[in-house]
């Protein structure tokens, strides 16, 4: 039943967010066709609740900005002065409003990560894949993405084990706070969040598994 209930908050806050935001919406739109042009929406694929990837919106806030190679430049150098404002407002995720209507995401929740992330996980970690990805959640109001993997993930689990409806409140709350100062946006030293490598316990339990001895 709370879970129930926890769906149709997230459904009716969306729906509530999305009409109220609609000409927020439309400005945003706007700003990126003028200052980056087509597409208006990044999109990418994540990884949901069990590991089920499914496309996560975003408002675009960098350019296609390549090297000489070819290659696409670094995020630093690609992020426009009006991405990089649409960042430090989190504005750049209210698109993600409609991935919680279709039941993708929930407005409280640990942060969709990329899929390649999967295999890296620790046994820990992987219990973050337990509940709905969020749009906010209890590691975003601790530090962002300014924190390191490790205790971020350590926050993703201690809310997947503690989770209640009262704590989805106080986290909604407090990002509200959050946003309004501009924290946590970025890693240090860095524009975005650095790739997740993988942990050491991960690393360890991989390598104990490839050095099992077959069976006689």
């Not at 675009?60 to 000489?68: K, L, Q, Y």
Request: hydrophobic content about 45%; overall charge positive.
């Amino acid at each position: 039943m709370p879970r129930a209930l926890k769906r149709a908050v997230d459904v009716a806050g969306a729906i509530g967010l999305l009409l109220l935001l609609l000409p927020l919406l439309i400005v945003i739109a706007t700003g990126i066709m003028l200052t980056m042009g087509r597409p208006v929406l990044f999109t990418q694929i994540r990884s949901g609740r069990r590991g089920v990837p499914f496309t996560l919106l975003k408002f675009r806030s960098m350019t296609e900005t390549v090297d000489a190679s070819g290659r696409l430049a670094p995020d630093s150098l690609r992020l426009t002065p009006f991405g990089r404002w649409l960042r430090t407002a989190s504005l750049d995720e209210l698109p993600q409003l409609w991935n919680v209507v279709t039941g993708e995401m929930s407005l409280v929740g640990p942060r969709p990560l990329l899929p390649q992330y999967l295999s890296r996980y620790s046994e820990f970690q992987r219990r973050r894949l337990h509940v709905v990805p969020g749009i906010t959640g209890w590691a975003q109001i601790h530090g962002r993405n300014a924190l390191a993997w490790e205790p971020r993930f350590e926050y993703d689990v201690w809310y997947v084990d503690h989770w209640s409806l009262t704590l989805d409140a106080r986290i909604l709350a407090r990002t509200l706070v959050c946003a309004a100062k501009g924290q946590g946006i970025s890693a240090e030293r860095h524009a975005t969040m650095p790739e997740f490598q993988g942990s050491l316990e991960a690393a360890l339990s991989t390598d104990l598994t490839v050095r099992q001895p077959s069976d006689p």
